[in-house]
């Protein structure tokens, strides 16, 4: 009996190991290399592009705004994220918006995600603090832009995650200058 029982236990056995060590290395694998890891913002800012204003009427002040948001993507992996728009806020009112394309983040890659925002002065001026605002030479606006994407490593690890990037921009007239302060954070 036991010539019949031999090569099978250790047929077992050698099945067993190796399933084990299989087993060990992936997951060893899983949690170092291929885990998939949140992208990370790593540089965001708000220029002026233009800023064009008309000397006998203030409130026709047109300014184009360049948002810029710079994602690090530290997977083996690229991240696609999906279309969006940034949106430029006054006043917690929504005032310009633009697109953002859909596009993927090579793998262990940077990429920088830009885009240009009119605001046309016109539009502001339903707001109350319009007028109070030009008078005081400071134009305060918010911007977002979220990206909502998805990392995947070799087609199999999967992991969703979303980035806003935020910034309050002051807007001075008479310099046509601006200053912005960022900030960002991932979701998922
Ligand atoms: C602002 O933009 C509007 C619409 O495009 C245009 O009619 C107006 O002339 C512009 N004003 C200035 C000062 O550029
Ligand atoms: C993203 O926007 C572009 C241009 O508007 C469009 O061609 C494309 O189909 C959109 N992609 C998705 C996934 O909606
Ligand atoms: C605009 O923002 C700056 C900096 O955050 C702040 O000091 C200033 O009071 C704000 N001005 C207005 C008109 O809201
Ligand atoms: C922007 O313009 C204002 C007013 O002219 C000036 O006081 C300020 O120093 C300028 N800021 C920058 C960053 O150039």
Redesign the pocket.
């Known amino acids: 009996m036991s010539c019949f029982r031999r090569p099978w236990v250790i047929c077992c056995t050698v099945t067993a190991l190796l399933l084990i060590i299989i087993l060990v290395t992936s997951t060893t694998l899983y949690f170092t290399v291929f885990k998939p890891k949140q992208p990370k913002i790593t540089t965001q800012s708000v220029t002026l592009e233009s800023f ?3 000397i006998f009427d203030m409130t ?3 300014v184009t705004l360049g948002i810029t948001v710079e994602i690090n993507n530290p997977n083996y992996g690229g991240f696609k994220y999906e279309n969006s728009t940034s949106y430029v806020r006054y006043h917690g009112e929504v005032v310009a918006m633009a697109p953002v394309l859909a596009d993927t983040i090579p793998a262990r890659g940077e990429h920088s995600v830009s885009t240009s925002v ?1 605001v ?3 539009d502001l001026i339903t707001n109350p603090s319009f007028l109070f605002d030009l008078a005081s030479n400071t134009l305060n606006f918010t911007s977002t832009t979220t990206l909502k994407g998805k990392a995947v490593v070799m087609k199999v690890f999967k992991k969703k995650a979303t980035t806003i990037s935020t910034c309050d921009i002051s807007l001075h007239i008479l310099g046509k200058n601006s200053t912005s302060d960022c900030s960002s954070k991932v979701e998922f």
């Open positions: 064009s204003t008309n026709d002040t047109n009119l046309i002065g016109r």
